[in-house]
Every structure is written in C-alpha cells, then in structure tokens.
C-alpha cells in the first residue's frame, strides 16, 4: 500500500496517528539538525520533519539525497507544529519522519513546479506533463471537468439523452476545411473529421430522439488565428417540436446551473438584444455588457458644418468615456495610434472634452462652436468630466473600428473584470451574408437555418431585399465572447430547397452534398431547433481567461503542432503505400 | 408551443385535461364512423379518437389523409377509453381530437417502424434515422446513455478526474494500424488517430492528475470482423500510487456500481481466475463462467492402451456434457462435423456416454474396457445419464478446440442466458508472447505492463524462460467476453529500457517511438497501473445482445462503410493538392 492518506487531507485532529503519504518533493529544507520536506500530490502540500537524534540516521541521510520532484513515500507520525501555517490545509500539522523510500528519482525539472512558474511558454509546452503539476494548470483542468459533469447532470435531468456521432464521417465542401483520413479499405476514398455533428444530429431528430446532446470533440483545418485550436469540444444539443423560445429557456437554464455550480452565482433572465440593436450600439455580434459606454451616433448633428471628415461619411459615431476628460495629450495620441492599427484600421479619432471647469475642447474646434458640441454631450449623456471619442465613415466598418475602441477604453477603466460576469442573448440574426468577393450570399449560420416566418416571404423578392430576411437563430455571449449558437432548423423540404438555391446550389448539387439529410427530410422530419457551446471557451471564460490553451490538457500550437510529442510526423513509407496515397510535395 | 405533453405520459387522472401532443402516425384504424389514430414519440404511444358527428368533419377529412410515419400535431380533450390496453402506459385513456395539423408528411417508409421490422439489414443501415425510430434501438441507446451517465458518476465520486486527450496524435508503428490525418500546415507529415489514450494517460499520472478517466473515441484501422468497428469507445482510466489490488477493488465497483444502476443486479466478490488455470479448465482466456462444464485432462488415464490417436497427443481432454447420454447418432455426429469445422479445426471427437441403466457406451470401445472407462468417468463426476466428450492433440490447440465445443454445449444445453450475468477477473497474464513467424517475443499486453517483481528476474536468464514471466496484467470477463483489460505499469527507467531490448527494440528505435513518454520517466514518474473497459460491448452486454452495431448509432459495415452517408467518399482534387497528396491507386 502506497499511502493510508493523500497529502491534503491531515488536519489537527489526525495528531498521533502513523500514516503513510506519497507523492512528490516540492522542497527541501535542510538546517544541519532540523529538516523538513514538502510533499505535494494533487490533493495538496504536507511538511515532513526530520531531527537528528528523534529520526534514525539512515532515513536524515537518504532525505538529504533528495532532489525537486522526486517521487517518495514517507512513513511517520502525524504531530502539531510549532510554527502553523494559515495558508495551507494541512498548516497545523506535520510528519515526524520514520522511514522513507524513494520510488523514483527526478532529473531537475527544466522550470519550477510553482504557482508562477519561470518557465517560458515554448519550455512549458515541450514540457507539458510537468507544466500540468502547476496548480493553476490543475485546477483548469479539474474546473473543466466540473463543468463537463454539471452539463451532463443538467441535461440528463432535463431528458436529453448523449449520444455518441461518428468521428470518420462524409466529406462536405462547404463550409471550413475539413481533416480528412485516408481509407485503406476502400481505396482513393477519404473519410473527413466533422467540424460539428450537426447532420448527425439533425438526423436523429427525424430519428425521433427528442432530446439529444453530446460533448463532443470537433475538427477545423484552419490556418490557426492565436486561440483556435485545430480540435475543440462542444456541448452539442437539440430538441424537437419547439420553438425559439423553448431553446433559449433550456440553455438559458443550463448556463444558469453551470454558473451555480461551479462559480456559485446566481443569475436573473439573461438580457436579449437582436442582433441589429448589438451591431448599432456596440459594433458588435457579441457585445461585452459588463460596461455600458453606448454608442451615439451623432450624423445629423456633426454633418453639415463644413467638416469634410463628417460630411463624407455614411456614420459619426461617438461613445461616451466616462470620467476621461484629464487624458493628456499623449494619452489621446495613443488612442489615436490604437485605431489608426492595421487591425483596427480607422483614419483618425475626434474626441471632445467635458472639463471639469464646463470649458468644452475638441480636436475639431475650428469647425464646431461650443454650442454644437454641447449638443453632441448631451445627446451622449456626458457631464463635466466626461469625454467623448468619435469615429467616423462607413456604417459598418465605422461600427467595428468603434467595437474596438470602446473594449479597449473598457480594459483601461477597469470596466472587464474576469470575476464580472454578464450573460446575453443576441437574437434574430440575418439569415444571409453577401459576400462582394464571390458575389453570392451566404448562410450567415448554415443552410439549414430556418428564416423567421415574417420574413420568408422576402425569399420571393428580388435579391437585394435578402439581406433584410431574419433568421430564427442565435448566440449566446458571456463578457464579451460568443460561448454558444444555434438556430431553429427547417424541417420542411420545399423550403429546404428554396434555401439551396437562394444559396446558389443547382439541385444536383445539393443532393450530391446533402442528400441523404435530405432524404431523410421526406420521412417525417420533425420541427427542430438547436444549439452548441464552444466548450473550451466556456471553461476559459469560468476559469477567468481569455486563453483556451490551459484548459486544454494537451493543446497543439499556432502551426498545429504538438511540440511535446513531436506531432505531426512523417509516415513510413510502406503506411501510405497501403493507404494508396503518395507525396506531392511543392 | 408544440405539445403540452408526450405522448408517453397521460393517465385516467388526466381525464377531461385540454392537451396537445406532437409526434408521429404509427398507425390509423378508419372504421367508417369511427377512426383512431396511434401517434408515437420517444416516450411512448397515445391514441387519437375520431366520431363522426362529434369530430368536425375538417379534422374526419384530414386524418383520412395521414398515411405511416406523418408528423402531427394533435389538440383534444383526455378521456377514459372504452376498452382499455393494459399492455401500454397509456392505455387507459386516448384523447378526442378537436384540431389535427399536419406539421410533415412522410413517404411510406422502405420498412415497418414496429418492434420486429421487416426490413433486411442493409436496408435498416442505408435508413438508419428510420430503424433508430424502433424501440429496440432507441432502448439501447438510452441504455447507453445511461451506461456513461452512471459510470462518470461512480468515478466522480471515486475522485477520478476526465481529462480529454488529443484526437490528432503522433502515429507510432507498434501495434494495430493507424487512420492517419495528413497536416496541410506541415505538408508530408501526418497525425495519426488514437488506438488508445495509453500513452497520454501515463502522461497524466507524470503530471500527478492521481485520478484519470475519459470515455473516449478509438480508433483501429484493421480488415473488421463480424463486430469489430473501425472507430469504438473506450472507458479509459489510471490511477497513481496503487498497486493491482487497488486497481481490481475499485473497477469491481465500478462494474457493481453499474450492474446495480443500470440492470438492478447486485453481486459479491467477482471470483478470479489466473490466465493459466483459465486455459487449463476453460481453453480460454475469457471463460464464460455461466456454466461449469470444467475441462478434465485424461491423457495419463487414457495413453497406454493402444489406441494410437490419444497415445500421439500431448493431452487429452474432456468436457461433461450433463445429461446428454440420450444423444442420438446424428446429434452426435453434428457434433463432430461441428468441431471438424476449419474455425474449431479438431480432427475428431470422442464420446463415452454413461447410459441411464449404468452401461458405457463410447466412440472408442474396440481400446478401452468399460472399467478403464468408468474410471474417465469418476474422473469428470460423471453420473448416469451424463456423457463424455472428449479431444487430444497438441495442448494449446486442443484446449482452444475444446473451448469451442464447451460453449456449443453451452448453447445447446440452454445454459448461456444473456439475462444472467458472471463477471470474472482473469489475472497473471504472461508478459510476452512469443511469435513463430518473426521469431520474437511481443508484448501480450503492450511494452509499459510490469512484470510481477516475483518474476522479474527471468527477465536476465536465457530467450527460452522468458515465457513463464508472469505480467500484474488481468482482464475483465462476463460471460465469456472480455468487456476490460489494464496492467500494473513499469515506472523505472531502467526497467522499461530493459522490457525494450526484450522486444527486440534498439535504444535509438525505442527513444524514436516512445521517446516522450521515456523523457517524462525521468522526470518523477509515481507508480502507476490503469484499466479500460471497451463501452460498446459493455453496452451490449448490458443490453442481452453480443453485437455492438446496435448499441452505436451510426455504425459502420465490414467494408468500413457508412452507406447511410456513402462515406468514405472521393474528395477535390483541390483537396488533395492543398495536402500536397496525390492518390497513389494500384
């Protein structure tokens, strides 16, 4: 028997008893006649004492050969300390050492096994097994699995059954790129890895099940952006004979549990915007509503006064920094630098001061009198203190330029605190996105989004009023971070087909894509509705970070590679024989 | 609001309620003035009533239009049914019908959606969302649910933590053949999908996770037998800081935990087994255990006497079939033809039959004196009424012949009922294998089992001893079928690298595949052993069934296909240049 207790669990009232602990060495005190040792395993830390004269010589001996991260087990006598420690679970107590064996030595580990690590992310990487004996890595790492037991709990209880889709599925063009697996058997053919099981699950509505979720591993062959990973996990879900209320009260109460469970807080409704309300007031499908700081938009008031800037554009749009009206010069420089970035990609930035004195000073004071801009502060609810940044030109890039600003005017007021957290519905997205390249639309969710059915009607009408259709599909976003969406189906083939071919898809080819979804379609599909979390994010996001890397055990990098097991990898030779592939290297 | 209940829920004392239900036609009974409609969901059947006179001819017209498998939605009053069903839940009451809408019409189904269907199975597989609609399936999926639901319960509460593991991982040769991915981001290099998580789950204890377990996809890309999947599921897990006992005492609660859950069975002590008495009473390493039917050895009781067959054997070896004595000639005869079969590959059988009057009859008279036979007899407990079979050769060949004729008389004799359940632990498996053709030894469980310490020191002695090491390797079995397997592993450097020149690895070639893990040896590796159960069969175990492909829901054929979604399929050439791949076909 390797150990009677783990090393979290003595406390006071276990004085005098003989145990036996195992795990590792954290560190090593030794002074001449006293010595202590610090074990950790997952549970916790444990301090094990030695004196010579009270330990047997043998054993202070072997504890002095003892190096980080060795592997030990101690057997002693669970005694109080002298000097407690407040900070620990096991603080009051300690092991007076009688024996002790080293199961395993350890090379010294190429950074500290420490809350702060000194390690740098490429080391921690390679070194990844020892990176996850880091408590903040561990405790990640159990959060997610709370997380994934909550979900189940939760579902379950709501009759959702998990069903397992397959991970060697149909290749479909459309959409991301797909991971695609040569098949041996079946030669010249390749099996892809789904981006999402939604067909799958679609079918197993018309299969009948009702209630269906999974979380399930999903693939995408995409260049790498900094916090995608090439596989991901998602709460897959759906439900028949419901409608879009249904989906969002059920997943509304899923989050609501999960934020109960594993982060103790309790939530009123979630709030709801449509979707055109989050694109004009925040530039944004997934606006972060821990701080207000709206968009104004203040066009009719700013054009017209021979501002050439404001007269040539579409939109002026202003957002009210509370308090801001001290920036300096420099600081207002930076934020100009900050839009005028390739990745944000504004012209320039207006501001407007609110002194505390009731004095008014913009960037722009050679065009508007004191009186127009009091106009613009009032409508923008700002008082003595207060500034305002204004951007300007098209409506839409406007609105995204002015999305990143106002993120960052939050981050430095402190307004996007991890700990804060504000949950939102956005709803009624559009069913279609033109796309100018390909000069076609696209489905703004996927093809089987079904448009609301006030809207359908527009299906009929010339194209250009498409893009005014609604869909019956939504997003659920979490400070600022879409962390779920889904949509109600169409579950009726004639609009099926409608929806191909306003899509741009012959018959032909839809059949050859989609075909046997939509032969099952003709077999009494039922009304359907669904909808997936992006997991690792939603783990993220209750882990307080932005990364999804370290709630990932084993994450891949940028180039999709994992630099601990040295993967990808090239193959044998006789491997692709037999698969009937070779290399067409460029 | 589609429905205000199932169709699976109303009873008597819902009698007068106002309901709407959704579902699907099973069936309409049009009596002229009287019609009635059985609608079905998940949760079960209700019947629709129809009057002529009471119902409005509207919804008397459209419920004549219903055909199989039409989704509707159903408003009426519950009333108590003039002849009740006791055969269904429902059965007491049926609803009156106001209002009938028809929310999808359906084709008529290529097969009946009823319990027995009449569909061949190539036809249920290419309709799959129509044959999952049955109850036999939908049941075992549910089973299956509630399969993960309890054993991610159990290891919850047993402190087990589920950690994901990578689905694109480095392709080692050891083993079974891989699916490889090929990476487009690093062109001419590969991922390979997982056979098992082995290696990250040891990775796992490294890192101190104490507590390890995923259900979690595998993969095996091998020419598939009757139940073999080319992707199935595992019940993966590892513990540190355990030794065998441990590991048997907790997954035993599992299995218990599971029968309880799930099968109301509750079980004492599973019996164990060493490998070597399992093939020396069984001819098997996963005896089904159901019936007793002990294999007897004969050999020094029945060489000597001149008949030549059983005097050239190594063994000779016998089963009792109880109260089998009446056989007749043709019985018997089938019996032979059976085990002459090329999958058993006996050359003959015999018999001794110990007749209801006390006289013995056997195969082989003209060599052995009914005293030499009684003797054979007492030997097998044999009583009057009972009967002898009986093989030689070649040991291992004979027992597995004689295995195979057990379980037949197993069958024949009714004495494997799926309904009763004998789990057992098979324990002591040799550590290697030794293959005539590449004139090696393999490691019969993989390269990181531990040998028993008792054994490990043949490991130094010549080739030929190296079979009698004894692995801490064991297996689960219930009734007959290996439903898990795990090991004790090695955790000292010097000893894997030791296990590695045994299988005839280089330290280079040992370093180039499993380098990784043998780097993280040496970092502080805890003991540790694990264990996985295979989900799918489990499942069907569980279910009464030996074959998977009903418990998955969308599985694929012998050929490795999906011929609901004709996967795999040819993909772009595209594709192909993008991974830099060419098709390379024969």
Not at 95 to 103: D, M
Not at 180 to 197: C, H, I, K, W
Not at 512 to 527: K, S
């Amino acid at each position: 028997m390797y150990r009677t207790h783990t090393c979290g669990e003595l406390r006071l009232a276990d004085a005098g008893k003989e145990v036996v602990l195992s795990g590792w060495v954290q560190r090593v005190r030794d002074k001449g006649t006293l010595l202590w040792i610090d074990i950790r395993d997952r549970y916790g830390l444990t301090q094990l004492f030695l004196q010579e004269g009270v330990s047997s010589a043998e054993v202070m001996e072997k504890a002095r050969t003892l190096g980080r991260e060795f592997v030990i087990q101690a057997k002693g006598t669970v005694i109080e300390r002298e000097s407690k420690n407040p900070n620990i679970p096991t603080g009051e107590i300690e092991i007076q050492l009688n024996e002790l064996n080293i199961l395993n030595a350890s090379k010294t580990p190429p950074f500290t096994i420490e809350d702060k690590s000194d390690g740098g992310d490429d080391l921690r990487m390679k070194y990844r097994y020892l990176d996850l004996r880091r408590n903040p890595l561990k405790n990640n790492l159990i959060l997610r699995h709370n997380v994934a037991i909550e979900t189940r709990s939760y579902l379950s209880e709501q009759g959702f059954i998990e069903v397992e889709t397959p991970c060697l599925i149909k290749s479909t063009p459309e959409g991301a790129r797909d991971f695609v697996v040569p098949s041996r058997m079946n030669p010249g053919e390749f099996y892809a890895l789904p981006q999402s099981p939604q067909q799958f699950k679609q079918l197993l509505m018309v299969a009948g099940f009702d209630k269906y979720f999974q979380i399930v591993r999903c693939f995408r062959d995409e260049d790498l952006r900094a916090d995608r990973q090439p596989e991901f996990t998602q709460i897959d879900c759906e439900m028949s004979f419901v409608e879009q209320e249904d989906v969002l009260n059920t997943f509304e109460g899923l989050a609501k549990h999960l934020f109960k469970k594993v982060k103790g807080l309790e939530f009123d409704k979630f709030p709801r915007m449509t979707w055109h309300d989050a694109m004009k007031y925040y530039g944004s499908d997934k606006p972060d509503i821990r701080f207000d700081m709206k968009f104004v938009e203040l066009t009719d008031l700013a054009q017209g006064k021979g501002f050439p800037v404001f007269d040539d554009s579409e939109i002026v749009v202003a957002i009210n920094a509370k308090g801001c009206a001290s920036y300096t010069r420099k600081q207002i420089d930076a934020l100009t630098d900050f839009v005028k970035r390739p990745q944000v990609g504004a012209k320039g930035l207006v501001y407007v001061k609110y002194n505390e004195d009731g004095s008014i000073k913009s960037s722009i004071d050679k065009f508007y009198s004191p009186e127009d801009l009091k106009t613009w502060l009032d409508r923008c609810g700002a008082v003595a203190g207060d500034m305002l940044l204004i951007l300007s030109g098209k409506t839409m890039e406007t609105r995204e330029q002015m999305n990143c600003l106002r993120l960052e005017m939050g981050n430095q007021l402190g307004l996007r605190n991890p700990d804060d957290y504000k949950p939102l519905w956005v709803i009624d997205f559009p069913l279609l996105e033109w796309d100018e390249e390909t000069q076609r639309y696209y489905a703004k969710h996927h093809p089987f989004t079904a448009p609301k059915p006030e809207d359908e009607h527009l299906l009929d009408e010339e194209p250009s009023r498409w893009a005014e259709i609604r869909a019956n599909a939504y997003d659920i976003v979490l400070n600022g971070v879409e962390i779920g969406g889904g949509s109600v189906r169409i579950f009726n083939r004639d609009l099926q087909n409608k929806m191909f071919r306003t899509l741009g898809f012959t018959d032909e080819s839809a059949q050859a894509q989609f075909g046997f979804l939509m032969n099952a379609f003709e077999y009494g599909a039922p009304p359907h509705a669904g909808l997936a979390f992006g997991f690792d994010r939603l783990c993220s996001l209750f882990g307080g970070q932005e990364s999804i890397r370290d709630f990932i055990a084993f994450p891949k990098n940028n180039m999709g590679r994992d630099v601990m097991t040295e993967s990808p990898s090239t193959i044998a030779d006789a491997q692709l024989e037999e698969l009937q592939i070779k290399l067409d290297l460029k």
